[in-house]
């Protein structure tokens, strides 16, 4: 054995390691002119590990830019020679190379960047990943998960039909739903305040119900751009209801009630500090809308003046109802005035006695074949009523009068009541007066001819008082 090494082995061993390695480099040479190493490049999808376990945290994350796993891709670099890499083209990168990254390895050191691992999956690829230049870290940002609830408004747009109106800030106005949910990284929900819808009412003259997308609006009302990828709504759109009301003018009365103390009487003369009013409403309720009366002011024992203040939107209240969302039925213009007063007094009845000659009764339906005489020359008219209307009586304001039935026209002494008249809503103490009827036939001078009885009727009125017809 040991000539054996001696002789094949050891001996000219120099030249046989020399020929050893122009053996090796002359095979390099035929392989490399032949098949030479290249290197060859190809994007492979990056696979995120342990998202749901990172997400269900309550943790967002962001690699690259994108919190989308699915859009993440790396380029791979393998050295290989040209007939693997040839059969390489021909196959999908993801049947024979893998890329990973750890999202629970952010609880490490390197809390900003993740390390890609690269594998390959094929062993029978013959390839080697050229390290220098793989990229060997996926940059990430991590920030808490949060949810929040917004409430969202509406911005109308748009007039609607002449005679009618709608008004800002109305309380009837109905968003639904009336807030949504978001969830998203806080930094990007920090910055919304509320979701916005528009509604355009142009032409309006009913009630308008409109569906919109809601806008997510920052403090200053800007919009806040996001992707819905990154911020999940509950809801993306909201239904807007908006009132369309008719609108008009309407005047006030003023009523009473009660009885003044003993002796006074109501002087009838409330004054209103405000003559009509502007509201609006339903179509249907304005329509049959002609005037508003006031509550009555009470008199019960009053002696004096009185004045009554009114909070105009409680009254239309009162005489409208509310709605079913507790919103005022009728309700008044934002220009109306909000209350109005009503000024009015109760007066002492007092007396006053006016003397009345007989020349100034007129007499009804006496006849000219009659002759009447007053007993008396003069009668005494009293009459009662307030203040102001006694001290504003003069006696030629009053008209007194005598009304004969025909039963009366019968010869002798006869005693009826005066009709006092002129004098208002004030009244007069019954007056009775005497006279004495006469036929004139009875006297013995002929019954006078049509053309006389207007002589004798004029003659009567000088002696006897104004003869009626």
């Known amino acids: 054995m040991k000539n054996f090494i001696q002789k094949w082995v050891l001996h000219n061993l120099g030249y046989k390691i020399l020929a050893l390695v122009i053996a090796i480099i002359l095979w390099l040479i035929y392989t490399n002119t032949n098949d030479p190493i290249h290197t060859y490049s190809v994007d492979v999808p990056v696979t995120v590990q342990n998202q749901d376990q990172f997400?269900?945290?309550?943790?967002?994350?962001?690699?690259?830019?994108?919190?989308?796993?699915?859009?993440?891709?790396?380029?791979?670099?393998?050295?290989?020679?040209?007939?693997?890499?040839?059969?390489?083209?021909?196959?999908?990168?993801?049947?024979?190379?893998?890329?990973?990254?750890?999202?629970?390895?952010?609880?490490?050191?390197?809390?900003?960047?993740?390390?890609?691992?690269?594998?390959?999956?094929?062993?029978?690829?013959?390839?080697?990943?050229?390290?220098?230049?793989?990229?060997?870290?996926?940059?990430?940002?991590?920030?808490?998960?949060?949810?929040?609830?917004?409430?969202?408004?509406?911005?109308?747009?748009?007039?609607?039909?002449?005679?009618?109106?709608?008004?800002?800030?109305?309380?009837?106005?109905?968003?639904?739903?009336?807030?949504?949910?978001?969830?998203?990284?806080?930094?990007?929900?920090?910055?919304?305040?509320?979701?916005?819808?528009?509604?355009?009412?142009?032409?309006?003259?009913?009630?308008?119900?409109?569906?919109?997308?809601?806008?997510?609006?920052?403090?200053?009302?800007?919009?806040?751009?996001?992707?819905?990828?990154?911020?999940?709504?509950?809801?993306?759109?909201?239904?807007?209801?908006?009132?369309?009301?008719?609108?008009?003018?309407?005047?006030?009365?003023?009523?009473?009630?009660?009885?003044?103390?003993?002796?006074?009487?109501?002087?009838?003369?409330?004054?209103?500090?405000?003559?009509?009013?502007?509201?609006?409403?339903?179509?249907?309720?304005?329509?049959?809308?002609?005037?508003?009366?006031?509550?009555?002011?009470?008199?019960?024992?009053?002696?004096?003046?009185?004045?009554?203040?009114?909070?105009?939107?409680d009254v239309l209240r009162d005489a409208f109802g509310q709605d079913n969302d507790g919103n005022d039925v009728v309700r008044l213009m934002p220009d109306a005035p909000t209350e109005a007063t009503v000024d009015l007094s109760v007066e002492k009845i007092i007396e006053r006695s006016f003397t009345i000659h007989n020349s100034s009764i007129t007499v009804y339906n006496l006849t000219n074949d009659w002759e009447l005489t007053f007993d008396q020359d003069t009668v005494t008219i009293t009459v009662q009523g307030l203040t102001s209307q006694i001290r504003g009586l003069s006696i030629s304001d009053i008209n007194v009068s005598l009304t004969l039935a025909p039963s009366d026209l019968t010869k002798g002494s006869h005693t009826s009541k005066l009709v006092i008249g002129g004098i208002g809503d004030m009244t007069a103490k019954d007056v009775t007066i005497s006279y004495t009827l006469r036929s004139k036939t009875d006297s013995g001078q002929p019954l006078p001819t049509s053309s006389q009885k207007e002589s004798s009727a004029s003659d009567s009125d000088s002696s006897t008082g104004k003869a009626g017809k």
């Open 55 to 313: 997400t269900r945290q309550g943790r967002y994350f962001e690699i690259e830019g994108t919190s989308n796993p699915s859009n993440l891709k790396v380029t791979v670099y393998l050295r290989a020679r040209n007939s693997v890499i040839e059969k390489l083209r021909n196959r999908s990168a993801s049947s024979y190379l893998s890329a990973y990254v750890d999202l629970y390895e952010l609880d490490s050191s390197e809390s900003d960047r993740l390390l890609i691992h690269y594998s390959i999956t094929d062993p029978t690829v013959k390839a080697e990943f050229y390290t220098i230049r793989n990229k060997s870290y996926l940059s990430v940002e991590v920030e808490d998960n949060v949810t929040v609830e917004v409430p969202i408004n509406y911005v109308i747009s748009g007039e609607p039909a002449v005679g009618y109106l709608n008004m800002e800030e109305d309380p009837s106005v109905v968003v639904t739903p009336e807030t949504v949910k978001l969830t998203g990284p806080a930094n990007q929900i920090s910055n919304i305040s509320y979701g916005q819808v528009s509604v355009d009412i142009t032409g309006a003259n009913a009630n308008v119900t409109k569906v919109g997308r809601i806008y997510l609006k920052d403090k200053d009302g800007n919009d806040v751009s996001y992707s819905r990828d990154v911020i999940v709504s509950s809801v993306s759109e909201a239904s807007v209801f908006v009132p369309i009301y008719a609108f008009k003018s309407v005047p006030l009365s003023a009523s009473v009630t009660g009885t003044p103390a003993s002796g006074y009487q109501y002087a009838n003369n409330a004054q209103i500090s405000v003559d009509q009013i502007e509201v609006y409403g339903p179509e249907s309720v304005m329509n049959k809308l002609r005037n508003i009366t006031l509550p009555p002011v009470d008199l019960s024992e009053a002696t004096g003046s009185l004045t009554q203040t009114y909070q105009l939107q």
